[in-house]
């Protein structure tokens, strides 16, 4: 088999399950956080590097807020039936080269990676961060690849034309064409509401994974039982309570419903 007929056959498998793929990544770097920054770690959970512990959770999350305000303004703004919507296979009728599409190709890899970064960020860990993003860009350079073949086969010189003007990753915020459809955010509830939800678990699944690995290893018996409720289990519960009202809303009631357009 040709290596670009390789390509394209792993990125399409990688791509029907892109969604398990980076779950799976990050459980494996959690014995990464064993062996480095022990000490650190310990300091700055004890309280006597606060400061620094805020600015490290603060940047994580502007980071992937940033991530999640580009999925919810790419995926409430994408018509159905085109490039940037299809989930378990590549379908493309039509070709996405206006809104977010004009200024970068693959918004929703980008805002994907962004949400897990800020997730690598705070976990506080260079060689974690560094490792995870490296297998992270091979992740979906597979997966753009096999995508664009497939739009390209569709499309042809549309697609080598707008692939020639707009970047793959990185976006060129100068192209930016206003797109035909404006920001729904019903749309953007109905369709991002798990993945919120998924993202504050997350979170929270790593703010224990580093309170066990350090604190409690460290001290296994001064840790009070109470101080096993963290602040981030209440986040869970009340994102937790949100999501299951929402998805009631969506599947009982027609609140979120949108146009024909979006779905």
């Known amino acids: 088999m040709a290596l670009i007929q390789s390509f394209e056959k792993s990125g399409n498998l990688l791509f029907k399950y892109r969604g398990q793929i980076p779950v799976l990544v990050m459980l494996l770097a959690i014995p990464l956080l064993f062996g480095s920054n022990r000490i650190f770690y310990f300091q700055l959970f004890m309280g006597e590097w606060h400061v620094l512990q805020i600015v490290f959770m603060v940047l994580a999350f502007l980071i992937s807020l940033s991530g999640l305000a580009l999925r919810a303004y790419t995926v409430s703004t994408t018509p159905k039936g085109t490039s940037g919507r299809n989930t378990s296979g590549q379908v493309a009728k039509t070709l996405n080269t206006k809104g977010i599409y004009s200024i970068v190709r693959h918004p929703l890899y980008l805002a994907n990676y962004l949400i897990w970064a800020g997730v690598l960020v705070f976990m506080m860990n260079i060689y974690v961060f560094l490792i995870v993003s490296l297998i992270y ?67 929270v699944v790593a703010d224990y994974l580093l309170f066990i690995l350090i604190v409690v290893v460290n001290t296994p018996f001064k840790i009070p039982c109470a101080n096993w409720i963290r602040p981030s289990f209440y986040i869970l519960l009340i994102a937790l309570v949100i999501t299951l009202v929402i998805k009631f809303i969506k599947h009982k009631t027609s609140l979120l419903k949108s146009d024909k357009l979006r779905d």
């Open 137 to 203: 860009w091979i992740y979906y350079e597979r997966i753009m690849f096999a995508e664009e073949a497939y739009l390209r086969q569709q499309f042809g010189d549309e697609f080598e034309e707008w692939a020639a003007r707009v970047p793959a990753f990185l976006p060129k915020f100068s192209l930016f064409q206003k797109g035909d459809l404006e920001f729904s955010f019903k749309t953007f509830v109905r369709r991002e509401y798990a993945t919120i939800f998924s993202t504050v678990f997350t979170y």
